[in-house]
């Protein structure tokens, strides 16, 4: 299999490089295309009022191509300049942090992966709970990952469909299984906290909840928390059809 390999946290983090190792061990032929930096939260941004710029990154036995862009610019530019063929899979991640709920909207990760089905490419999102994992943990979770990828009937998918693999934040010995599961329709409570620099002048810093009480028993927000791996497919068409009906009969000559 021939896959592009992308994420959110930049071409350095650990995550990307657990997942690039275990493909390689794997049999798989893989080229990374990720951002030079950290990119989470970016959601569906493009940059579109500067060139980009490409580096390539060769260190201990790792090879990739470094963009000065978001997650979709790595994927758009990829797919279209710097791959000669289209990949079997384009994955995203092994992102830091769970994406599940609403951060399926915020998310870099989900992001590259949703632009890689736009394009065309059967992609998968992969993320894990654990925010400090160590090394050891985050090998036996790419190999994980790389695992449920390969049992995925990629081909029996409907076109321009992502799939988001969550994996829970205890070691993987102590998960409960993968479940597959609906994204939760829960959504953040934020609110900004007023700071001041050195000189006084007063800044915002962003924190928020998702209400535990909105989380349903059934949804990949709940599970993962639960200690499961989550499977969840997503498509990206936005129509509210019930609503859309109502309006048409409103408006409707």
């Known amino acids: 299999m021939f896959a592009v390999l992308t994420n959110d946290d930049g071409i350095h983090a650990p995550g990307l490089r657990a997942l690039y190792r275990a493909l390689l061990r794997a049999g798989h ?28 990154v060769e260190e201990d036995g790792f090879s990739g191509l470094a963009v000065e862009g978001t997650p979709v610019d790595c994927v758009k530019l990829g797919l279209s300049r710097l791959v000669d063929k289209k990949p079997d899979l384009l994955i995203s991640g092994m992102n830091s942090g769970g994406n599940v709920g609403p951060d399926i909207i915020y998310s870099g990760t989900l992001a590259a992966a949703s632009e890689g089905a736009f394009m065309g490419c059967s992609s998968l999102a992969v993320s894990h709970n654990a925010r400090r994992a160590a090394p050891d943990e985050l090998d ?32 993987l010995h ?56 989550t499977l969840t497919p997503l498509k990206f068409e936005f129509t509210d059809h019930e609503a859309m009906t109502m309006l048409q009969d409103i408006f409707s000559p």
């Open 174 to 229: 102590e998960c409960k299984g993968l479940t597959v599961c609906p994204q939760s329709g829960a959504f953040w409570r934020d609110w900004y906290e007023e700071r001041h620099d050195p000189h006084g002048r007063p800044y915002w810093w962003m924190d928020g909840v998702v209400p535990p009480e909105q989380v349903e028993q059934t949804s990949d927000k709940f599970k993962l928390e639960q200690g499961w791996a």
């Open 29 to 56: 032929t893989v080229q990374v295309i990720a951002p030079l930096g950290e990119k989470s939260a970016t959601g569906h941004a493009l940059t579109v009022h500067r060139p980009l710029r490409v580096k390539p």
């Open 140 to 171: 036996a979770y790419a190999c994980y990952a790389v695992d449920i990828l390969r049992r995925i009937p990629w081909s029996a998918l409907p076109p321009h469909r992502a799939v988001s693999l969550n994996l829970p934040g205890c070691p």
